[in-house]
């Protein structure tokens, strides 16, 4: 497990990165998941790991499991590492977009 001050920070990182609200996060997991004959169950919308990123929204920081410190890693990792590309032609950014969105983060939000 880790430390009360590694967890804070991450707590915060995780915070600052995903910033689109437990609401925004499901709608869009629903919205990206649907086709134009079917949306699928709330509870089934979006990758395992957007899935996991909507869970942890839901938690207090003192319920969170090893599982959920490892997913926010990864989320704050790949997050960071995706805002600090290089400019994009439009098509890939709008890709990029979209998967950031997956993760809880819309970097056209202010």
């Given at each position: 497990m880790t430390d009360a001050l590694e967890l804070d920070?991450?707590?915060e990182d995780f915070h600052r990165v995903v910033n689109m609200t437990s609401q925004e996060l499901a709608a869009w997991l629903r919205v990206s998941d649907a086709d134009e004959t079917v949306e699928p169950l709330p509870e089934q919308a979006?990758?395992?790991t957007g899935q996991?990123?909507?869970?942890i929204l839901q938690k207090r920081r003192t319920d969170l499991t090893d599982d959920d410190i490892r997913t926010m890693y990864e989320v704050v990792d790949t997050v960071t590492a995706q805002t600090d590309a290089a400019n994009e032609p439009e098509a890939e950014e709008t890709r990029r977009r979209h998967r950031l969105m997956t993760l809880?983060?819309?970097p056209l939000k202010p």
């Open positions: 920070a991450l707590w979006g990758t395992p996991h990123v909507l869970a809880g983060h819309d």
